[in-house]
């Protein structure tokens, strides 16, 4: 470690490779945590954990019990243990008893992306709340026509405010913060949406994964979806070979243009008018929607590519944009090239995931590692390889939520036994580092 | 596993001998030992060998199809495995179909083997005195060479076979009823390539997974060594004990160890 301090002062590491290695380092040893703990105060199962996204400070959690509490995971409220153990407790806590607060389960509890003043819930009681998180009272309130699995905000967004919501239903609904009112919703799924996550590299672009296993890629300023993900579209490695990709382009225009000459199956990647549409011959199918005129933006809808087998139960956009990671139903998650929007065929070894609840993934920053929670064990995979790196197995019952602090090198893990355990790289407890803020009265916030 | 820090030069000498003798005895088997030939280096090498050991069916006439999850524990990478398997579904080397039998089940056969099932069942037809075969021709030079995915979709399968012909709903459900195509639960519009005559095998498949799972965990400790395991016979099952085995491991129910005296299979906690 001194080593390495000295190369750096000296140049001969550079900053950026410097910082990487001291962060893999900690991750490879991230453990159990016996010096800091996070008392929850939920009597049911932790469904969503959300650490803020400007100060990586505090910790929002949403449980089935209707409650939601924050945590300060940087400044411990007591010791313990002769000052070794920081216990976490929250600051404060929402939950059935609050005038306007949620009857039902909480399925996803998210943090306003430009700071911590507000915070968003949706609940399986069909409304999305909006709360300031000082006077914790409701301030904006949203119906919906389903049960609530996920919400999403842009942490990129600068023209708008909108929330995206995935419900039951099968149109994803967009709500404006700044009218109150449901500002618009997409078509095109086929079964309820269980996940939605918004693009990292652009804040109009929104990912949704259904329950009919599609995931679809939304411009929220244009009608219907500009792509669909397929599993059996795949490519050899991280990104496509240069020449490749010009030879699948000129297959997809050719096909478009003369339909009936070239057997070839067209791309289904474009919403291309040409390309899905071909005359019925004997059986009408069941929808009856293909004698109907379509709004080219809508043709999409009759694109039934599914990227799983199953229902799609987590997203997670890497923060370089250009990967999207999909865990489905069907026990498989794979690896997916935003831009080309091919599989790229990584095999994550994993044997069962749950099925009935979304799930949420975590990727550390410089896409590495990935954390998935399956069944009562969180499996981190190298995201290239996909080979299992480290396992960590502390909850009793399965596993729902898992969030990473790339600040801390830190995972917060919630599951089913209303617990919520953090990681840590180890640490000697002789180090002393902490024994300080015993007899440190003051507690200034910085 | 030899424990010749003892003795003298002579012994060694006689002992390697008289493995020697029983390595030549046991190749000269058709069953090589599974401890020895768990993994191999290459999916092309592992599925020749597997498709040389796929059992002997007396009742059925089916070719030699190896399962996705028996690739997953022969090779040590899966995402090679993955790769490989669609670098060669795109030469039309093999084709995979995905198997109703549990989640994420696939099948790969090599193409010339699947052929000569296809034609297998033409025949039989044949001497039924069935009208509308030559829907059997137009599948196999249109839709098997155009389409490497495991389904297609009606309107385009319809699409397809009409280049050479009128297309009609006889021709579809003759397709369906030789057990050339399936559907599934998944989607009412998606038809699935599915290998014919192969029911009564996916059968004795899910009964011998189920078997063996049931068998190990009436054990004290789940477990047992993969050499005696191997020899056991099953019962509800007429594919042999090494194909499942492959496939249990594979799929991620069992998990290996290894320990001095040899491979030990456990059943896996997850």
């Given at each position: 470690?001194?080593?390495?301090?000295?190369?750096?002062?000296?140049?001969?590491?550079?900053?950026?490779?410097?910082?990487?290695?001291?962060?893999?380092?900690?991750?490879?040893?991230?453990?159990?945590?016996?010096?800091?703990?996070?008392?929850?105060?939920?009597?049911?199962?932790i469904?969503?954990?959300?650490?803020?996204?400007?100060?990586?400070?505090?910790?929002l959690?949403g449980?089935?019990?209707?409650?939601?509490?924050?945590?300060?995971?940087?400044?411990?409220?007591?010791?313990?243990?002769?000052?070794h153990?920081?216990?976490?407790?929250?600051?404060?806590?929402?939950?059935?008893?609050?005038?306007?607060?949620?009857?039902?389960?909480?399925?996803?509890?998210?943090?306003?992306?430009?700071?911590?003043?507000?915070?968003v819930?949706?609940?399986?009681?069909?409304?999305?709340?909006?709360?300031?998180t000082?006077?914790?009272?409701?301030?904006?309130?949203?119906?919906?026509?389903?049960?609530?699995?996920?919400?999403?905000?842009?942490?990129?967004?600068?023209?708008?405010?909108?929330?995206?919501?995935?419900?039951?239903?099968?149109?994803?609904?967009?709500?404006?913060?700044?009218?109150?009112?449901?500002?618009?919703?997409?078509?095109?799924?086929r079964?309820g949406?269980?996940?939605?996550?918004?693009?990292?590299?652009?804040?109009?672009?929104?990912?949704?994964?259904g329950?009919?296993?599609?995931?679809r890629?939304?411009d929220?300023?244009?009608?219907?979806?500009?792509?669909?993900?397929?599993?059996?579209?795949?490519?050899?490695?991280r990104?496509?070979?240069?020449?490749?990709?010009?030879?699948?382009?000129?297959?997809?225009?050719?096909?478009?243009?003369?339909?009936?000459?070239?057997?070839r199956?067209?791309?289904?990647?474009?919403?291309?008018?040409?390309?899905?549409?071909?005359?019925?011959?004997?059986?009408?199918p069941?929808k009856?929607?293909?004698?109907?005129?379509?709004?080219?933006?809508?043709?999409?809808?009759?694109?039934?590519?599914?990227?799983?087998?199953?229902a799609?139960?987590?997203?997670?956009?890497t923060e370089?944009?250009?990967?999207?990671?999909?865990?489905?139903?069907?026990?498989?998650?794979?690896?997916?090239?935003?831009?080309?929007?091919?599989?790229?065929?990584?095999?994550f070894?994993?044997?069962?995931?749950?099925?009935?609840?979304?799930?949420?993934?975590?990727?550390?920053?410089?896409?590495?590692?990935?954390f998935?929670?399956?069944?009562?064990?969180?499996?981190?995979?190298?995201?290239?390889?996909?080979?299992?790196?480290l396992?960590?197995?502390?909850?009793?019952?399965?596993?729902?939520?898992?969030?990473?602090?790339?600040?801390?090198?830190?995972?917060?893990?919630?599951?089913?036994?209303?617990?919520?355990?953090?990681?840590?790289p180890?640490?000697h407890?002789?180090?002393?580092?902490?024994?300080?803020?015993?007899?440190?009265?003051?507690?200034?916030?910085? | 596993?030899?424990?010749?820090?003892?003795?003298?030069?002579?012994?060694?000498?006689?002992?390697?001998?008289?493995?020697?003798?029983?390595?030549?005895?046991?190749?000269?088997?058709?069953?090589?030992?599974?401890?020895?030939?768990?993994?191999?280096?290459?999916?092309?090498?592992a599925?020749?060998?597997?498709?040389?050991?796929?059992?002997?069916?007396?009742?059925?006439?089916?070719?030699?199809?190896?399962?996705?999850?028996?690739?997953?524990?022969?090779?040590n990478?899966?995402?090679?495995?993955?790769?490989?398997?669609?670098?060669?579904?795109?030469?039309?080397v093999?084709?995979?179909f995905?198997?109703?039998?549990g989640?994420?089940?696939?099948?790969?056969?090599f193409?010339?083997?699947?052929?000569?099932?296809?034609?297998?069942?033409?025949?039989?037809?044949?001497?039924?005195?069935?009208?509308?075969?030559e829907?059997?021709?137009?599948?196999?030079?249109?839709?098997?060479?155009?389409?490497l995915?495991?389904?297609?979709?009606?309107?385009?399968?319809?699409?397809?076979?009409?280049?050479?012909?009128?297309?009609?709903?006889?021709?579809?459900?003759?397709?369906?009823?030789?057990?050339?195509?399936?559907?599934?639960?998944?989607?009412?519009?998606?038809?699935?390539?599915?290998?014919?005559n192969?029911?009564?095998?996916?059968?004795?498949?899910?009964?011998?997974?189920?078997?063996?799972?049931?068998?190990?965990?009436?054990?004290?400790?789940?477990?047992?060594?993969?050499?005696?395991?191997?020899?056991?016979?099953?019962?509800?099952?007429?594919?042999?004990?090494?194909?499942?085995?492959?496939?249990?491991?594979g799929?991620?129910?069992?998990?290996?160890?290894?320990?001095?005296?040899?491979?030990?299979?456990?059943?896996?906690?997850?």
């Amino acid at each position: 470690m001194w080593k390495e301090i000295g190369g750096r002062e000296a140049g001969q590491i550079r900053p950026n490779s410097f910082a990487n290695r001291v962060k893999s380092h900690r991750l490879s040893t991230l453990q159990l945590s016996n010096y800091k703990e996070i008392v929850s105060p939920h009597k049911g199962s932790i469904n969503s954990l959300q650490v803020d996204l400007t100060e990586e400070r505090y910790l929002l959690s949403g449980a089935s019990d209707s409650s939601v509490a924050v945590y300060d995971v940087q400044r411990a409220t007591d010791y313990e243990g002769g000052g070794h153990i920081a216990k976490h407790r929250s600051v404060f806590v929402v939950d059935k008893q609050h005038e306007h607060g949620h009857k039902y389960a909480i399925s996803s509890a998210i943090w306003y992306p430009v700071d911590t003043g507000l915070f968003v819930t949706g609940s399986y009681d069909h409304y999305v709340k909006v709360w300031d998180t000082n006077c914790t009272r409701v301030v904006m309130n949203f119906k919906m026509p389903g049960k609530v699995y996920r919400t999403a905000m842009s942490p990129l967004a600068a023209s708008h405010m909108l929330i995206a919501a995935g419900t039951e239903d099968v149109q994803v609904r967009l709500c404006d913060i700044a009218s109150g009112a449901i500002s618009q919703t997409l078509s095109g799924h086929r079964d309820g949406i269980m996940t939605v996550e918004w693009s990292t590299s652009s804040e109009w672009i929104l990912v949704t994964g259904g329950c009919d296993g599609a995931i679809r890629f939304w411009d929220i300023r244009r009608a219907g979806c500009f792509r669909v993900l397929d599993q059996s579209q795949s490519q050899l490695g991280r990104r496509p070979p240069l020449l490749k990709r010009k030879v699948s382009i000129s297959k997809s225009l050719s096909a478009g243009q003369n339909s009936s000459v070239k057997p070839r199956a067209p791309q289904k990647k474009s919403a291309n008018g040409n390309g899905v549409r071909q005359s019925s011959v004997g059986r009408i199918p069941a929808k009856g929607s293909v004698r109907q005129r379509l709004h080219p933006g809508m043709l999409s809808s009759q694109d039934r590519a599914t990227a799983h087998y199953g229902a799609v139960t987590g997203l997670k956009v890497t923060e370089n944009g250009m990967y999207l990671l999909s865990a489905g139903s069907d026990s498989r998650i794979r690896l997916w090239d935003v831009e080309s929007g091919r599989n790229t065929l990584v095999n994550f070894e994993t044997v069962r995931l749950q099925t009935s609840k979304p799930i949420q993934l975590a990727t550390t920053q410089d896409p590495a590692v990935v954390f998935v929670p399956c069944m009562t064990a969180v499996k981190a995979f190298d995201i290239w390889s996909g080979k299992t790196c480290l396992t960590f197995r502390g909850h009793y019952e399965y596993v729902n939520c898992c969030c990473f602090s790339s600040q801390d090198q830190e995972l917060y893990t919630g599951g089913n036994d209303r617990q919520i355990l953090v990681w840590c790289p180890s640490r000697h407890i002789s180090d002393g580092v902490d024994a300080g803020p015993m007899q440190d009265q003051d507690n200034w916030s910085d | 596993m030899k424990n010749d820090t003892n003795s003298d030069s002579s012994k060694p000498k006689k002992r390697r001998r008289d493995e020697e003798i029983e390595a030549e005895s046991s190749s000269s088997d058709r069953t090589l030992s599974l401890e020895e030939n768990l993994t191999f280096s290459d999916t092309l090498v592992a599925l020749r060998i597997m498709r040389a050991q796929f059992p002997h069916i007396d009742k059925v006439s089916i070719r030699p199809f190896i399962l996705q999850s028996q690739l997953y524990s022969s090779v040590n990478d899966r995402t090679q495995v993955d790769r490989e398997l669609e670098s060669l579904r795109r030469e039309r080397v093999l084709r995979v179909f995905k198997l109703n039998t549990g989640q994420d089940d696939h099948a790969i056969m090599f193409l010339d083997d699947y052929l000569n099932q296809i034609e297998c069942v033409v025949k039989r037809m044949e001497e039924k005195k069935q009208v509308n075969l030559e829907v059997f021709e137009w599948f196999q030079t249109h839709v098997l060479d155009s389409k490497l995915e495991p389904s297609v979709g009606h309107e385009e399968l319809c699409s397809l076979l009409s280049i050479v012909g009128k297309v009609k709903d006889e021709h579809i459900s003759l397709l369906i009823n030789a057990g050339i195509l399936t559907r599934q639960l998944i989607d009412p519009d998606m038809y699935w390539f599915a290998i014919p005559n192969i029911g009564s095998v996916l059968k004795g498949l899910s009964q011998g997974r189920k078997e063996i799972i049931s068998f190990l965990n009436r054990r004290k400790y789940k477990e047992m060594m993969l050499a005696l395991l191997e020899k056991k016979h099953l019962r509800f099952s007429p594919l042999d004990m090494r194909f499942h085995l492959r496939d249990l491991i594979g799929s991620g129910h069992l998990k290996t160890i290894h320990t001095p005296t040899g491979l030990v299979v456990q059943i896996s906690k997850d």
